[in-house]
């Protein structure tokens, strides 16, 4: 029997080919035909559950579409009803307004809504008087009732609202700039009221005390309530404590006790009293410091313990003197401004007025250690406000150049000015003019008179615009006379301009020394005094802030006027553009520096001059012949005739250099001029002539003259060892004569036995064709081979 699978029947051509994939899936062998039951079952369970969702989903579509159709409806309705609104507000707005358009209607409305804007504004604006005005009332009531702590609470919120409206106001480009204005001026006059209940209780109390006497009243009924005066005052004065950055604030009470002083100022120097003079500013200063020199006890002894019970760090730390002076230092500022505008124009009351005021900040500071409260750094003075604040240096400074240039050049015309001043210094120092000394006084006065100053820019400007111009002056003063000298003794010169008799004997001589040890003196002098000062401790410290400002700064800053630092550094040390940390430097580096070039240049003509002179003198001298006359070799008794005028001038002259340089410098001049002598009278005597014996023997004579007067023999090395060869063979004995011709066969042989024999003799200056030159020139030397 043929058993083979049963084939699933086929399905319609337009069955779903998915049913048919489902049953060959599910029926591929006939095993499979025994789970068809449970297959049926599972589909029939599957169509009973499609059929409920499908009747579910039928029932949710209804009820959307019923929804929908009244949310539809309402809609409609919702429509309906606001066209129903806009109909009837645009008939009420045309109604309203009786425009003819809409637009009209809308800009009329919105007239009325800026109206509306505009009453909301003015309503808080009155909100904010009527606040001002209540916290005003609130405080002034607080202070009637003796509680100034409480009164400062509305007074504090008063402020902040004033600068809270203030930055408002700005952000909002000024719209409420009489509002500012009405706020401010409130708080100022709430302040103003509270200070001034305070201070009259306070004044009431001075008065039952006797204040301004200088022995007050003090029980201790009035002492307490001194104090609680006081205190309230500082109570008051505590919330702008906080808020002072920069200038001092006088404490109110101070200003209260300093109130009837003054008074009593302007009844004796702001009024017609003989004690108000413009030419007598020392009187009101000096009445300013005897003030506190009055009060200084009751200050210590009453006031200061007050100041240091305060409860705020700010007030307890502070000193009842430096407080009474603070307080003073207005009525300072009172006159000066009243002052000033009087003795501008007028050098000299201007001049005394600024002296004054320096003299009063030292007193004020030495005397009283003041230094206001809170200062940072040492306290400038009333000077600088004067300098400073008020523009006044300029105008100082130029009167204190016109009066150093106008006593500078009366010194200058002085008819001692460049007479030697033997007697100011010591014996062993080069003297000066007087001239120099003069001008020594009046540099250091210019530099006491801007000492106290305490800006840096103001005395730099004092140094360079007065003390240097000066000394540059005085410099091209005395270089110009050394240039004049120059030319005039030269012989182009003379030959061309026709010199008198008068001035030559005015460059010649005595007096040509004498004029130029006058430059080389003062010269020396100024640059020894600009060595001391670059040590004193006033210009070390200013050099020390310049080169440290210098090192800071931009090139190009300016330090003093219009000079930037390469500027001031040319007119004071070169140190400051130099880059070398190691290059130390002075404030009168380059001034000394050329005063140094001229007193060197000055040395060398004093030496040309020694030299020239005495070279003129020598004429007949180096015209004598006859050296090598053979005659008696015995030692000559006297110098020659010719050389007696020449030594009487090198003794004048080295007297009057000994007299008037330093013996160091002296030293060096006659140094000097004896190698140039030495030179002369080698090149036109020893050169020139043949010696005998005895010319050397003269020869000899004459050069020991010279150099008595030179110093001595080292003065002139190589005169001296010629001398030795010139007096080779001196003495009777037959061996002293061949003691020549010993000299002069190891000489000529060679060199090593010529400088042997050169040793033996003492020569070692001179060279061995110069040896054998003047060997040469010995009419014995080579006599008999």
């Avoid at 003090?218 to 808020?243: C, H, N, S, W, Y």
């Avoid at 070799?633 to 080295?654: D, G, M, N, Q």
Wanted: charged share 25%.
């Amino acid at each position: 029997m043929n058993h083979t699978s049963p084939r699933m029947p086929s399905l319609p051509v337009h069955a779903d080919s998915r049913v048919q994939d489902y049953f060959n899936d599910k029926f591929q062998t006939l095993a499979d035909l025994s789970t068809l039951d449970t297959l049926l079952a599972s589909v029939q369970t599957q169509q009973n559950q499609l059929r409920s969702q499908l009747t579910t989903a039928d029932s949710a579509v209804i009820s959307a579409q019923t929804a929908l159709s009244a949310h539809s409806a309402q809609l409609a309705d919702a429509a309906d009803e606001f066209e129903c609104i806009q109909d009837s507000i645009d008939r009420r707005l045309l109604a309203t307004t009786s425009a003819d358009t809409a637009t009209d209607a809308a800009a009329r409305f919105e007239e009325t809504i800026e109206k509306l804007r505009r009453l909301d504004v003015a309503k808080g604006y009155v909100d904010l008087l009527a606040k001002v005005q209540a916290l005003g009332e609130e405080a002034h009531a607080l202070v009637e009732a003796a509680k100034p702590e409480e009164a400062l609470k509305p007074y504090i919120e008063l402020q902040e609202l004033a600068r809270g409206l203030k930055k408002r106001n700005e952000a909002a480009e000024g719209v409420a700039v009489h509002l500012v204005d009405y706020v401010e001026k409130a708080t100022a006059e709430l302040w103003a009221g509270m200070r001034e209940r305070l201070a009259g209780h306070l004044e009431e109390v001075l008065k039952k005390m006797g204040w301004p006497d200088e022995q007050v009243q003090m029980d201790k009924g009035i002492a307490e309530e001194f104090q609680t005066a006081f205190e309230k005052l500082l109570v008051l004065q505590g919330p702008d404590l906080q808020t002072v950055t920069k200038d001092a604030l006088p404490l109110l009470p101070f200003e209260v006790l300093v109130k009837p002083l003054a008074l009593r100022f302007r009844y004796h120097f702001e009024g017609d009293r003989p004690t108000n003079r413009i030419d007598k500013p020392e009187w009101f200063l000096a009445h300013l410091t005897g003030l506190v020199t009055t009060y200084t006890s009751f200050l210590n002894n009453i006031v200061q313990p007050v100041l240091a019970q305060s409860p705020n760090p700010l007030v307890n730390a502070r000193d009842a003197i430096t407080e009474f002076i603070t307080s003073l230092l207005p009525i300072v500022r009172r006159k000066t401004k009243n002052l000033l505008p009087q003795i501008v124009d007028e050098a000299q009351l201007l001049s005394h007025f600024i002296h004054e005021m320096i003299k009063f900040d030292a007193e004020i500071r030495e005397e009283f250690y003041y230094t206001p409260f809170g200062c940072k750094g040492p306290w400038k003075g009333m000077t600088h406000e004067v300098l400073v604040v008020e523009n006044g240096f300029a105008d100082w400074l130029k009167v204190e150049k016109e009066f150093a240039l106008s006593r500078y050049h009366t010194i200058l015309a002085a008819p001692d000015a460049w007479t030697l001043d033997y007697e100011s210094v010591e014996l062993s120092d080069s003297k000066p003019t007087k001239s120099a000394m003069c001008l020594q006084d009046l540099l250091e006065t210019v530099t006491d008179s801007y000492r106290p100053l305490i800006s840096f820019s103001q005395r730099l400007r004092f140094l360079i615009d007065i003390q240097i111009a000066i000394l540059d002056q005085y410099h091209d003063r005395l270089n110009g006379s050394v240039e004049a000298f120059r030319v005039l003794s030269s012989s182009i010169a003379r030959a061309v301009q026709g010199t008198s008799k008068e001035e030559v004997q005015s460059l010649s001589g005595l007096a040509g020394l004498e004029r130029l040890c006058k430059v080389y003196g003062s010269a020396m002098y100024m640059e020894n005094c600009m060595r001391d000062w670059g040590e004193d401790v006033f210009f070390l410290e200013l050099w020390e802030d310049l080169e440290s400002r210098a090192a800071k700064a931009n090139p190009n800053k300016t330090l003093a006027g219009n000079m930037n630092i390469r500027d001031v550094a040319s007119v004071t040390s070169s140190a400051l553009t130099s880059g070398n940390d190691d290059d130390d430097g002075a404030l009168f580096d380059e001034t000394a520096g050329a005063y140094k070039r001229l007193r060197q240049k000055t040395e060398e003509m004093i030496v040309e001059l020694v030299v020239g002179n005495v070279k003129d003198e020598l004429k007949a001298y180096v015209k004598i012949a006859n050296w090598s006359t053979l005659g008696d070799a015995a030692v000559p008794a006297a110098i020659s005739p010719e050389l007696s005028s020449p030594l009487t001038l090198i003794a004048s002259f080295t007297a009057f250099l000994q007299r008037t340089l330093s013996p160091a410098v002296t030293r060096r001049i006659i140094r000097t001029s004896a190698s140039a002598l030495q030179s002369f009278l080698w090149d036109n005597v020893l050169l020139r002539n043949s010696f005998s014996l005895a010319g050397g023997r003269q020869f000899a004579r004459d050069c020991a003259e010279v150099w008595v007067l030179c110093g001595g023999e080292a003065a002139m090395p190589r005169l001296r060892e010629a001398a030795v060869l010139l007096l080779l063979g001196l003495g009777d004995h037959e061996e002293d004569v061949m003691k020549l011709r010993d000299v002069v066969k190891p000489v000529f042989e060679d060199n090593i036995k010529a400088r042997e024999c050169m040793g033996k003799l003492g020569v070692s200056t001179l060279t061995v064709q110069e040896v054998r030159g003047l060997l040469q020139r010995r009419v014995e030397a080579f006599g008999g081979q």
